[in-house]
């Protein structure tokens, strides 16, 4: 079983930037598929961008362009390089281990898009 630690959350402005990290402990990342979500107010929580672990990645039609999945599979760590960041990407962001039958999800990090 896997444990997932998301960090790298906070306030930005419009048009910012910040990086999502999440860490996986107890387990190898190499062996999962990993993706990241977002749940924003009054929302369902809805598929950001996931990633294999040969790199092959696929992206929500809202953040392709400006967002980009990462993963070290050495470090166990998945990123979330989040650019020209929109009010409208203000969510809790949760960090998802798949591995057949099985999820893994983190506690989420807020991730506040305002001036």
């Known amino acids: 079983q896997v444990q997932l630690a998301e960090s790298g959350g906070g306030l930005v402005q419009p048009g910012g930037s910040l990086r999502l990290s999440c860490a996986a402990s107890g387990s190898r990342t190499s062996i999962y598929l990993m993706y990241w979500y977002r749940q924003a107010p009054g929302k369902q929580r809805e598929l950001v961008a996931g990633?294999?672990?040969?790199?092959?990645?696929n992206y929500a039609d809202s953040v392709k362009g400006r967002f980009t999945i990462s993963l070290d599979n050495a470090k166990n760590t998945v990123y979330l390089q989040m650019n020209s960041l929109k009010p409208e990407d203000t969510a809790i962001y949760y960090c998802k281990a798949a591995r057949g039958n099985f999820n893994y999800w983190g506690q989420g990090t807020q991730v506040t898009v305002s001036s």
């Open positions: 990633i294999t672990s040969g790199g092959s990645t």
